[in-house]
């Protein structure tokens, strides 16, 4: 059984497009999150949310707006994309209190 | 704020080798670490995990790693490197505790190259 999982694997799209990306984690967690890994694999928070609350929001530009409706959900949709958003978009989920988090395979988000 | 630093963004092993990855950290609370590998094309996947009891944590594939709050490191060691280690590894901290976030703040990740 898959942890967590992440829809699509890889997405190739067009400057200016809108686009999602879907998770979901059977674990029982109720604690999500979007990480952003860039070319040079660096890895980066980007949303929180525990309950379907908002708990972390980190200088993300208004164009990537995440929506969580249930915990064990959470889906990032990004308006105009743009050609600095293609990066490797990770998933996790962890239990409320920072400890253990499971991630998911990542999407591939190649903009052209 | 916390901070992680990865010393030497690649590290070169034979097989059979002792690999030493070097993380720093910086934390104004306890911190929980965590190192987590990443082989290509996958996920992260957890390694071993540092959370206030023992200061000398074992991890799965034979790992470990050192908490010293003195030196602010928490450095992963395998006393006998494999071919399958080769990957990206990542320290990260995290702050603790149920009042916070629980986010993890990444190094810059060490590219592990095992040679035969």
């Known amino acids: 059984d898959t942890a967590v999982s992440q829809t699509p694997k890889y997405l190739v799209t067009q400057m200016g497009n809108d686009k999602s990306i879907k998770c979901e984690q059977n674990?029982?967690?109720?604690?999500m999150y979007w990480y952003k890994q860039d070319s040079k694999k660096f890895l980066k928070i980007m949303f929180s949310y525990n309950n379907k609350e908002l708990i972390i929001n980190e200088t993300v530009p208004n164009r990537f707006s995440p929506k969580s409706p249930d915990k064990a959900h959470l889906n990032l949709h990004i308006n105009s994309l743009e050609l600095g958003d293609s990066a490797v978009y990770f998933c996790?989920?962890?239990?409320?209190?920072?400890?253990?988090?499971?991630f998911g395979p990542g999407t591939r988000l190649t903009v052209l | 704020a916390q901070s992680v630093t990865q010393l030497g963004s690649h590290v070169s092993v034979s097989e059979g080798a002792l690999v030493l990855l070097r993380c720093n950290y910086s934390?104004?609370?306890?911190?929980?670490l965590f190192w987590y590998v990443q082989y290509p094309n996958q996920g992260l996947q957890l390694l071993l995990k540092y959370t206030s009891a023992a200061t000398l944590v074992k991890g799965i594939n034979d790992f470990e790693a050192e908490f010293k709050k003195s030196e602010t490191s928490f450095h992963l060691t395998k006393p006998s490197a494999h071919m399958s280690d080769a990957a990206e590894y990542f320290c990260a901290v995290s702050d603790q505790g149920s009042g916070n976030t629980g986010k993890l703040i990444f190094g810059q990740g060490t590219t592990l190259q095992v040679k035969p």
């Open positions: 674990l029982g967690h109720d604690t």
């Open positions: 996790a989920s962890s239990l409320k209190g920072g400890n253990e988090q499971f």
């Open positions: 934390s104004s609370v306890p911190p929980y």
